[in-house]
């Protein structure tokens, strides 16, 4: 079955999200390790400042270029009885979610996703506390129509 | 307004008055259980009768609330079989009213404790699936109240009446005490060495630092053997203790439609399993069980039996089972599996298999030796002794792997040191996942991981085309219960 591609706007919410993110690690976790690495082993300043630039630009780097990988590897597909998402860049995981043992479905919408128009649909069986399914980076009318398609389609728990 | 006919008001039973008393000392202890270091410390601390009366004036406190709290549950917990449904509601300040469907416990079990046998007592704890916590817990009826009630909930089930069921019980599996204290001696034991050894350390820096360091340096190579040995024996008379206390004249016994287990010395348990409810078994056979020629098999249902260990589950958690009888006590929790995992041939993993996990047990067991030259020097190179380690061990954990998949059931097999077969009932299945890492997928290889209410069961890798197959095959149709 061909699988369904989400919202290619996620690539930039990813890349933005990551960068951000990779300010922060610079700030709270880069920085300080390069200062400690400085104190404790007498490097000199430019030395410790060049590791700290380096460390900084591969986080953003690996922000930039993993989300179109990340939007390359992921797709989802509704079919007769069941829920298929593919996701993962290294690791890759395929998983079926029973149209029948779904739970309840939920949409998820940060401030960030908001901004792009995206949402997340987060399916939830009886297995676990967490999602089953996580399908990120759908714009907003795709993810509200498919949550209240799966949610029509639940059935019985299996439990 | 709605039409809909109004069931009649059925009036709120409450607990019985004895349970004040039987709830005191739990309540108590619970409340102060989380001071325990308070009082480790006003022991060993040094600080003299002060500390020692300042703590128990605390405690005491602390103890008053769990009295408040006993009061407070019996006064304001209140139960009914209302409109088909158990309604449980309780508290003072923070109000909770709680429903019930009886289609949905996925198990039910009746406790006595010391207390509740003193009193003719008994707790009635009903688990549905999820949730932490136990769902329905009514802490003390009499016996006849508990009979009522679980009576009432079996009608609403639909089920057969008590007197129908126990004419058609049968035993399945019965543990006597040579076998407990089998399973306490082959249970973990190294931990609590080191809980000990380490509560004793503590215990002695803390009376007199200096003195304590200065008779351990002069203690002799044959005391310190002795004092390992002593810990050990205690280990092991600990171990041997909680499983004599906990699973004491264990009994599982069949009916037409359910499980029962029945255990415990000065805490009686008896669970009632619906058969229709059991998930999964789990044959769990560690070296040295196995090496005497035993088994723990634990059925879970989606209650709370997956977030416990099998000490505490409180579903049938079956301490020994001789390993001729895993299969069939497997196949009795689970009478459509068809397949007797000890007696029946199972699929291995794909040959490539062995040869990822080499690759990666290579890696670990370097990237190791190379970190224990950087920490201590050439001789941190003794540490490469793990790599043609971890290719034997991989290679007995590979011989050990074995799954099969039939219409009913799914039976996974993994690890040689602690070895675990588990059988899951097909038509339980929730979500199906088939992961690959680069690895596998240098390999062809890909991993099913087949999920349950509450847990999960991860198949020996396979070919990653005859994964992608068998997770199409997985998915229950619609239609399936």
Redesign the interface.
């Known amino acids: 079955m061909e699988l369904t591609q989400v919202s290619p706007d996620a690539v930039t919410l990813w890349r933005l999200a990551g960068v951000l993110r990779s300010g922060f690690t610079t700030v709270m976790l880069v920085v300080p390790a390069g200062v400690a690495l400085k104190v404790a082993t007498e490097l000199s300043a430019w030395v410790a400042v060049g590791i700290v630039l380096a460390a900084a630009a591969l986080l953003v780097i690996q922000a930039i270029a993993w989300p179109g990988l990340t939007w390359r590897y992921l797709g989802y597909g509704v079919r007769d009885h069941d829920l298929l998402l593919q996701r993962g860049v290294l690791f890759r995981r395929r998983t079926s979610v029973p149209l029948n043992r779904i739970q309840h479905v939920d949409t998820h919408q940060g401030p960030l996703e908001r901004f792009f128009g995206l949402s997340s649909l987060l399916v939830y069986t009886a297995s676990t506390m967490s999602a089953d399914a996580v399908i990120p980076g759908l714009d907003e009318q795709t993810a509200e129509s498919l949550r209240d398609e799966l949610a029509r389609r639940g059935g019985d728990d299996g439990v | 307004m709605s039409d809909a006919p109004v069931a009649a008001e059925t009036p709120w039973s409450s607990l019985h008055p004895s349970s004040l008393l039987v709830n005191l000392g739990p309540r108590i202890w619970r409340a102060i259980k989380g001071f325990w270091w308070l009082i480790f410390f006003a022991v060993f601390g040094g600080g003299g009768w002060g500390d020692l009366i300042g703590v128990g004036v605390g405690l005491t406190g602390v103890a008053g609330l769990g009295v408040i709290s006993a009061i407070v549950h019996f006064a304001t917990l209140r139960y009914r079989v209302h409109a088909g449904r158990l309604e449980i509601k309780q508290g003072l300040l923070n109000r909770q009213v709680r429903v019930i469907d009886p289609e949905r416990i ?1 198990n039910a079990e009746l406790v006595r404790n010391v207390a509740h046998r003193a009193f003719g007592l008994v707790e009635v704890r009903l688990e549905t ?2 949730g932490m916590r136990t769902e329905g817990m009514l802490s003390a009826l009499s016996e006849d109240a508990a009979g009522v009630l679980m009576g009432e909930l079996d009608r609403l089930r639909g089920r057969e009446s008590e007197a129908v069921l126990k004419r058609s019980e049968e035993p399945v599996v019965e543990v006597g005490v040579p076998e407990l204290v089998a399973y306490g001696l082959t249970s973990r034991t190294v931990g609590t060495v080191a809980l000990l050894g380490g509560v004793a350390i503590q215990a002695l820096e803390l009376l007199e630092p200096e003195e304590a360091v200065e008779r351990a340096s002069g203690l002799g190579f044959g005391v310190m053997l002795a004092l390992v040995v002593l810990a050990f024996a205690l280990s092991f008379g600990i171990s041997v203790s909680v499983a004599l206390t906990r699973h004491w004249k264990y009994r599982l016994t069949r009916t037409r439609t359910e499980l029962r287990a029945e255990s415990g010395l000065f805490t009686r348990r008896r669970a009632r399993i619906p058969l229709e ?1 059991v ?1 999964l078994t789990l044959a769990d056979e560690p070296v040295l069980r196995r090496l005497i020629g035993y088994g723990t098999l634990s059925v879970e ?2 209650g709370l039996g997956s977030m416990r260990d099998e000490n505490q589950s409180s579903e049938a958690s079956i301490p020994m089972v001789p390993r001729e009888d895993l299969g069939r006590v497997s196949q009795v929790a689970i009478p459509v599996a068809g397949i007797d995992a000890w007696v029946d041939p199972l699929d291995p993993p794909h040959p490539r298999a062995l040869r990822r996990s080499l690759y990666g047990a290579t890696g670990r067991a370097l990237a190791l030796a190379g970190f224990s030259i950087l920490a201590v020097g050439p001789w941190g190179a003794v540490a490469l002794i793990l790599v043609p380690l971890s290719w034997f061990a991989q290679y007995l954990d590979h011989r050990a792997q074995g799954w099969r998949v039939t219409d009913h059931v799914v039976l996974s097999r993994r690890g040689f040191w602690r070895r675990r077969t588990s059988l899951l009932a097909r ?12 690895l596998m ?1 240098r390999h062809g290889l890909g991993r099913l991981l087949v ?6 069961v991860a198949l020996p890798d396979i070919g990653y085309n005859e994964a ?1 197959a068998l ?2 095959q ?8």
């Open positions: 996925q699936a999820g409810k998930q249902t989606a038509d339980k299945v929730q979500s199906v996942h088939l992961v690959q890492g680069p997928r999920r349950v209410a509450g847990t999960q992608a997770m199409e997985l998915r229950p149709m619609p239609g399936t219960p």
